[in-house]
């Protein structure tokens, strides 16, 4: 797989994305990242992407000319072009498998106040949300749109297991994990995790999932 991202802070991306499991995903060829300064697309000498809105009011649009030449340059035949924008379909586990499926992604980091809508009808395909909040740009939504569906690349997790039995694909809260030592500070660990008995564990791992869900989301219970 390979992933294109258009930002106007490239440095933003570079510690994120050579580090830790994406770092080790790039080494061993499952993926293939390419961070892009929208500036190199500009041709004026003073390397404009944004400017004043039409009709007036506060902060400044990106361009189109930066971002056509860019998309158009990059972009291959059925890749999806994704623009990150608090205003877009918002992230869930079953979007980031699919994106995981794709062979390649154009990735358009989004500016403070927004981008000419000429550029969302031409020549993006889909937009994302990372979430109801809003950040200052859309480059750290892009890093986590890629470690939440490169986590779906096979392989780039360790134990292909840990996929299934986390969080959110089974709609549950994950189990509390303890590891040694077995007391720590007057606190034990809980008896049955020491038992060795299995069916037990799996009991035990099931109930904490439950109840972790029902106080902090009980809306995954419905
Ligand atoms: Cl994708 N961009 C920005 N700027 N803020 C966001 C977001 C994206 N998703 C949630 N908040």
């Known amino acids: 797989m390979r992933i294109d991202v258009l930002t106007l802070f ?5 510690g994120f994305l050579s580090e830790s499991m994406l770092g080790r995903a790039q080494a061993a060829k499952l993926l293939e990242i390419k961070v892009h300064n929208l500036r190199d697309w500009t041709k004026d000498k003073h390397n404009t992407t944004d400017d004043r809105p039409f009709g007036g009011g506060a902060g400044m649009v990106l361009k189109c000319e930066p971002v056509f030449a860019a998309i158009e340059e990059l972009q291959t035949p059925g890749c ?13 586990p079953a979007l980031a498998l699919e994106l995981s499926q794709q ?4 990735l358009l980091s989004g500016h403070y106040e927004g981008i000419d809508q000429r550029i969302r ?3 993006i395909d889909q937009e994302v949300s990372i979430g109801d909040y809003v950040l200052t740009n859309g480059t750290l939504a892009a890093a986590v749109l890629i470690d939440a569906l490169a986590r779906f690349i096979p392989g780039v997790l360790g134990e292909e297991k840990s996929l299934t039995t986390e969080s959110f694909t089974s709609k549950l809260l994950d189990f509390p994990q303890y590891t040694r030592p ?5 606190m034990s660990v809980p008896e049955v995790l020491l038992s060795g008995n ?8 099931h109930a904490k999932q439950v109840e972790k869900t029902s106080s902090v989301r009980p809306d995954l219970l419905k």
């Open 121 to 123: 009808e031409k020549v």
């Open 80 to 92: 999806r072009r994704i623009y990150l924008t608090p205003d877009g379909t918002p992230l869930s």
């Open 103 to 106: 062979q390649h992604l154009v």
């Open 182 to 186: 077995a007391v720590y500070r007057d």
């Open 198 to 205: 299995h069916g037990e564990i799996e009991k035990w791992r």
């Open 10 to 14: 490239p440095p933003m991306l570079d």
